[in-house]
């Protein structure tokens, strides 16, 4: 099914056209296709039939509670990385006991925070960590169920801000500590370790490093037995890639296939921790177009969406499609799609052949993952509103930031 269409009204997301939602809620909007979301879980979901196994949302890709609210009511499980995200999984109904915490950082506060909900896992990044979680809950009685995350050291191929597994990443422990710090945690009385887990990089198309990947940990788990260390799961972290301009993605067939291979007659429960394949494709950013600044060497369109909507473009060069929601005839021009902020890094898409007029509305494709999580103030901006189109029908399930919320927390100094 296609999410993102064209219409008479130009291009809609399922059966609602953009322009309308423009009218209704200005931009720049954030829009998600609820049935896009659904799909992408239920097909990773079937893939992996064969296997018993938990999805894992990586709530970091879209943390709108809307969104985890969707999934959690289609039985997925959460992927956090602080207290925050803790709280917000579970103020959208998400079952504690359907989530593993990841992080290299976490503090003791937040160790008591994921004791107290009763989460089902830590996965534990550092030798002082397991120290650190193993005190905390001793402090509470209770005993904490841990996997560790090792590192592989496996080059995932995808740009060096998001590959995790390289040895020299802050993420994991190294391959060759791992099984010294299992023997480690069953001596110590409050942790249990159930799991092993790993997570090499991010928009992965290739299969051949998670095969790599996987086969480490799978003999580290073999190993991990003959020394007495059964473990109950194994947790092969996210990374799916998606396709923003010519990716191929891997087909999910192969990806499952390629896990039960490595997986082969043992008695594991796997987990997965998928972001951006469940929610990269199923989320826009809308803006219009504000001024035409056509110019020497470079024309800018400077629209009302900026750097501090979607980050991606300047963090890491990230390619995002631009379509115009209503096509013109008029001759294409290359343009910069750059935003009101005050920093040269603050586009959107560069050198895109289109014709435009001020006025336009834009869409900014595939900006569902790491799009409004990553979102920000900057230059004093309120983040935009997000709606979630669902057949005929729209939600609001994110308001468009008050100005004065964003200094709602601030004092001027005493007379
Ligand atoms: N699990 C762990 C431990 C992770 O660190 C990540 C992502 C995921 C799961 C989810 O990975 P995914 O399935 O989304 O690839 N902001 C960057 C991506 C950073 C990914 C960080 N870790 C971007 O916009 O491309």
Redesign the pocket.
């Known amino acids: 099914m296609q999410y993102f269409n064209r219409g008479p009204a130009g291009l809609e997301v399922e059966n609602v056209p953009l322009t309308r939602i423009a009218e209704q809620f200005g931009t720049p909007c954030y829009i998600y296709s609820r049935a896009a979301l659904t799909d992408a879980y239920e097909a990773l979901d079937q893939a992996l039939a064969g296997l018993p196994h938990l999805i894992c949302y ?1 709530i ?2 879209n943390s709108t509670l809307a969104i985890l609210n969707l999934f959690a009511r289609l039985g997925s499980g959460f ?1 956090i990385v602080s207290g925050g995200e803790l709280q917000r999984v579970l103020a959208a109904g998400g079952d504690p006991g359907k989530i593993v915490f ?1 992080g290299v950082g976490k503090t003791e506060h937040e160790m008591k925070q994921a004791l107290r909900a009763r989460i089902a896992c830590f996965n534990v990044e550092s030798e002082s960590e397991l120290y650190r979680l193993n005190a905390v809950s001793g402090a509470m009685e209770m005993r904490a169920p841990i996997s560790l995350r090792v590192n592989p050291d496996v080059d995932p191929k995808t740009h060096p801000y ?1 590959s ?1 597994g390289l040895k020299d990443n802050k993420f994991g422990v190294a391959f060759q500590d791992a099984r010294r710090l299992y023997k480690l945690a069953v001596t110590l009385p409050h942790v249990r370790a159930v799991g092993i887990d790993c ?1 090499i990089g ?2 992965i198309t290739d299969l051949s490093p998670f095969r790599e990947a996987f086969a480490k940990v799978l003999s580290l788990v073999d190993e991990l037995a003959g020394d007495g260390v059964v473990l109950e799961h194994l947790d092969l ?4 890639g998606i396709r923003y301009r010519d990716e191929i993605p891997l087909a999910l067939a192969d990806y499952a296939r390629t896990i039960y291979q490595a997986v082969g007659s043992r008695t594991l429960k796997i987990i997965l ?5 469940l929610v990269g494709n199923a989320g826009i950013l809308l803006t219009r177009v504000e001024y035409l600044k056509p110019g020497g060497t470079r024309n800018f369109a400077i629209v009302d969406a900026a750097m501090n909507d979607l980050l ?1 473009p300047a963090l ?1 060069e ?1 390619w995002h499609d631009v379509q115009p929601v209503r096509v013109r005839d008029s001759a294409k021009q290359a343009w910069e799609i750059v935003g009101p902020v005050c920093e040269s890094a603050d586009f959107l898409a560069q050198g895109r052949d289109l014709a435009i007029e001020e006025g336009d509305l834009l869409a900014v494709m595939s900006a569902g ?2 799009g409004m999580s ?1 979102s920000s103030n900057y230059n004093s901006r309120p983040r935009s509103p997000e709606v979630m189109v669902d057949g005929e029908r729209t939600h609001l399930i994110r308001s468009r930031e008050p100005i004065a919320s964003l200094y709602s927390l601030e004092q001027t100094l005493p007379a």
Request: charged share 20%; no cysteine.
């Open positions: 990586a970091k890709a992927d990841s998001i995790t997570h991010s928009q972290g996210g990374g799916l921790e998928p972001g951006r394949s991606r890491y990230a993952a790491y990553m």
